[in-house]
């Protein structure tokens, strides 16, 4: 036996159909090995607050070792894990091929299932994350929705902490009454069919969030691909899944991704790409999907077809070449590197494509923002999610860029906050003035080719006004 790999991980399919997978007793069995393997090395100390919570349960255990720790207070570390797969990813020694087998997020994401097959279901955040039926309703008022959810409101603030378990202090995304699909079909860009990657075409899977909260990032990538010749064609089936992944309703998310692949592989058979707008979502659909589907030849097809919008324009710079015409954006991004982009193994695709830009200063932040999905706005996490995302905001402040962009548009907004609090802690007479809103690089991309957050020519983003961003709009 060797201490460590080098190897390339190597990810066991997530047998989801077996009675054993959700057999407490062999859970916690095997949770006995990994935790033992991972006391040992403690290399993950830092990441999320999983490993703190395992560490912190055996240092503080009769005899200082996992065997003195109460088996209930297993809950907590899986409680802690966010499934952001950095540890899988970026730092463990022992992930397959190595002969200790350790997959800690999907055995936290076993646990979870096991929990959900017995009827343990946390009810609060089984209807907050039901993505596509708020994002409907919201829609019909997205102004009493918006007001509602709106930090300076007190009293309904106070109300979703007490019912959805949702901190009073987090902010939360907005909704639109018109979503990604309506507006790509009301006003598509005009396409340069004499540009460089004109013949390629394309598929944009809209996301639910970019569909319900943040369509300027569709419109930014639509606005982007029109603009270097690409045919895009816009489509929304349904979310992806991974707010269900998280709390282990697998027969759920294997649900979606049969669906989801019934729409967009049409689309693969005539010649499309699939670019998917969230990492998390691309995440899903290249990776976790073929691993609880191994034998659906349809979900592996589309995994093979599906790119990160990042990822997708880097694929042309490299191949064809971007469009002329982008012009320095002035004063700087600090760029965050979200942990689903990393967890996709495609390298720092948002970094590479905003290096496109020219004469535009960088700060990379690849630290992780500590948000985690819905984990990190619940009221039992948003304190500890700050405290793992304040070494990135604590770089924000210093970078003192103009932009702050991250590929996961709820870990800028979480960023933000951070920023907010670390300005707050300094000398009045020497705070510095913050950002107020985070971008999808896609966005800062369009941008610098002088179309605006919702894809409409400005006349200064090059240094000039920052352009509204439409998150802060009422449709």
């Known amino acids: 036996m060797r201490e460590g790999s080098l190897d390339s991980p190597v990810r066991h399919p997530i047998d989801w159909n077996d009675p054993d997978f959700y057999d407490m007793d062999k859970i916690q069995a095997e949770m006995d090995r990994v935790f033992d393997i991972c006391h040992g090395c403690r290399r993950c100390f830092n990441l999320c607050d999983s490993f703190p919570v395992l560490f912190d349960l055996i240092d503080e255990s009769a005899t200082g070792e996992l065997d003195a720790v109460d088996k209930a207070d297993y809950k907590k570390v899986v409680d802690a894990c966010t499934l952001c797969d950095m540890c899988f990813m970026v730092s463990c020694p022992y992930v397959p091929p190595h002969e200790f087998d350790l997959d800690f997020p999907h055995l936290m994401l076993r646990h979870r299932a096991a929990e959900q097959k017995a009827g343990r279901d946390d009810f609060a955040t089984s209807q907050l994350t039901r993505t596509d039926r708020n994002g409907r309703l919201a829609a019909l008022a997205p102004g009493l929705a918006n007001w509602a959810s709106d930090l300076g409101n007190g009293m309904t603030r106070g109300l979703l902490e007490t019912v959805a378990k949702v901190d009073r202090q987090a902010a939360l995304p907005?909704?639109?009454?018109?979503?990604?699909?309506?507006?790509?079909?009301?006003?598509?860009?005009?396409?340069?069919?004499?540009?460089?990657?004109?013949?390629?075409?394309?598929?944009?899977?809209?996301?639910?969030?970019?569909?319900?909260?943040?369509?300027?990032?569709?419109?930014?990538?639509?606005?982007?691909?029109?603009?270097?010749?690409?045919?895009?064609?816009?489509?929304?089936?349904?979310?992806?899944?991974?707010?269900?992944?998280?709390?282990?309703?697998?027969?759920?998310?294997?649900?979606?991704?049969?669906?989801?692949a019934k729409a967009l592989l049409p689309y693969v058979d005539q010649g499309y790409d699939i670019v998917a707008l969230v990492p998390s979502c691309a995440l899903m659909m290249k990776f976790e999907w073929p691993l609880l589907l191994p034998e659906d030849a349809d979900i592996k097809r589309l995994a093979q077809a599906t790119f990160d919008v990042t990822e997708y324009v880097v694929d042309i710079a490299a191949k064809q070449g971007l469009a002329e015409g982008l012009r320095p954006l002035e004063g700087g991004v600090a760029l965050h590197i979200s942990c689903h982009s990393r967890a996709q193994n495609m390298g720092n695709k948002a970094r590479e494509m905003l290096k496109l830009i020219p004469d535009t200063p960088l700060k990379q932040l690849p630290r992780c923002s500590g948000h985690g999905g819905s984990w990190g706005v619940h009221k039992d996490h948003f304190e500890t999610a700050l405290k793992i995302g304040k070494p990135v905001a604590r770089d924000v402040y210093k970078a003192d860029h103009r932009y702050v962009s991250s590929e996961c548009p709820l870990a800028g907004m979480h960023i933000l906050q951070g920023v907010e609090r670390i300005a707050a802690e300094q000398p009045e007479g020497e705070r510095k003035a913050v950002p107020t809103q985070s971008y999808?690089?896609?966005?800062?991309?369009?941008?610098?080719?002088?179309?605006?957050?919702?894809?409409?020519?400005?006349e200064a983003t090059a240094g000039g006004p920052v352009p509204e961003h439409s998150e802060a709009r009422q449709p």
Do not use: W
């Open 174 to 260: 907005k909704y639109h009454g018109k979503t990604l699909e309506r507006r790509a079909k009301a006003s598509p860009p005009a396409r340069d069919a004499a540009a460089p990657a004109a013949g390629r075409k394309v598929a944009l899977y809209a996301t639910c969030f970019a569909n319900y909260n943040n369509p300027s990032i569709g419109e930014a990538t639509l606005a982007v691909l029109a603009r270097n010749g690409v045919e895009v064609e816009v489509v929304y089936p349904q979310c992806c899944g991974m707010p269900q992944f998280e709390q282990g309703k697998l027969e759920e998310v294997a649900g979606a991704a049969r669906t989801v």
């Open 440 to 458: 999808h690089p896609i966005e800062l991309l369009a941008m610098a080719y002088g179309f605006g957050a919702q894809g409409g020519a400005v």
